[in-house]
């Protein structure tokens, strides 16, 4: 089967580093994605990993070990507006995407 | 960046009607459009893949004479709930994808909320 893991939920304070770790079993594998939704919102993407190594995006940074199957997204500088839900997900083939259950983050002040 | 719209963005049926979701890529062309579900609190389940003028291809146990779903143009597919019942309500989003400066990128829509009651 396929399958995605990730921690059902992590919570932080304003202002520091969260790092949500994504372990992966897929019968194809062409890419790792991250994506954020807020309650009642769509998924918004945040990165793409198709290759090993740490992509930076501003406050977040994403990482992949396709050898390990494992990656993790970085939040950095935590804000109150970073409290959702983040899912990962793999691009198995055909642009087809399975996602994790997600993760919820919660940022106190 | 790219924008994909869906509508209606929630609606309310009655049990035994049909509902029809649209879901149109703004300023992009997609060959191929995906529809999930996804419950309060949960994951999102690929339900379909959609491709522009041939037959969707619906994953496992998901009922393809009760989600019909047509991608008529490269901008436009839609869902359709047929004889919908109150186990069907959920958070309908579809999503499209493009290659971008980051690779590979799936843009969902804002989703649709049904209700059957």
Redesign the interface.
Known sequence: GQSLEQPSEVTAVEGAIVQINCTYQTSGF??L?W?QQHDG?????L??N?LDGL?ETGRFSSFLSRSDSYGYLLLQELQMKDSASY?CAV?TG?????????TRLFVKA | GAVVSQHPSWVICKSGTSVKIECRSLDFQATTMFWYRQFPKQSLMLMATSNEGSKATYEQGVEKDKFLINHASLTLSTLTVTSAHPEDSSFYICSATQIGLAGYEQYFGPGTRLTVT
């Open positions: 062409y890419g994605s994506y919102g769509a998924p918004t993407f990165s793409y198709a992509e899912f691009n055909g642009f087809k995407t399975i996602f994790g259950a997600g």
